[in-house]
């Protein structure tokens, strides 16, 4: 059964701001780090964010900082990649992925589904 799942996806124009959203479905993962990454057209998947298990540590990939913020509540067990200033580069299905370290993502332990972001020009 899916364990985490995605939502927030959908067409929006550059310069626009988007917000998505995961939520687990059969575990708790309040004492996981978590975070988001991507996978645009043709491209490898590569690391956009992610943030500590208590919420304290955030961490992001240069693209994306300054324009992405990604947060959590463990009393609802969400988190949540809010996206600012997007452009067609940042055209991707975005996973959730969560990790037994409590600090950072480094290799994913579980995965979402995917959800598609498209950013027209």
């Known amino acids: 059964q899916v364990q985490l799942v995605e939502s927030g996806g959908g067409l929006v124009q550059a310069g626009g701001s988007l917000t998505l959203s995961c939520a687990p479905s059969?575990?708790?993962?309040?004492?996981?780090?978590m975070g988001w990454f991507r996978q645009a057209p043709g491209k490898e998947r590569e690391f956009v964010a992610c943030?500590?298990?208590?919420?304290?540590?955030?961490y992001y990939a240069d693209s994306v900082k300054g324009r992405f913020t990604i947060s959590r509540d463990n009393a609802k067990n969400t988190v949540s990649l809010q996206m600012n200033n997007l452009t067609p580069e940042d055209t991707a299905v975005y996973y959730c992925?969560?990790?037994?370290?409590?600090?950072?993502?480094?290799?994913?332990?579980?995965w979402g589904q995917g959800t598609q972001v498209t950013v027209s020009s």
């Open positions: 059969t575990r708790t993962f309040s004492s996981y780090a």
């Open positions: 992925a969560a990790d037994r370290n409590r600090v950072k993502i480094v290799v994913p332990d579980y």
């Open positions: 943030i500590s298990a208590s919420g304290g540590m955030r």
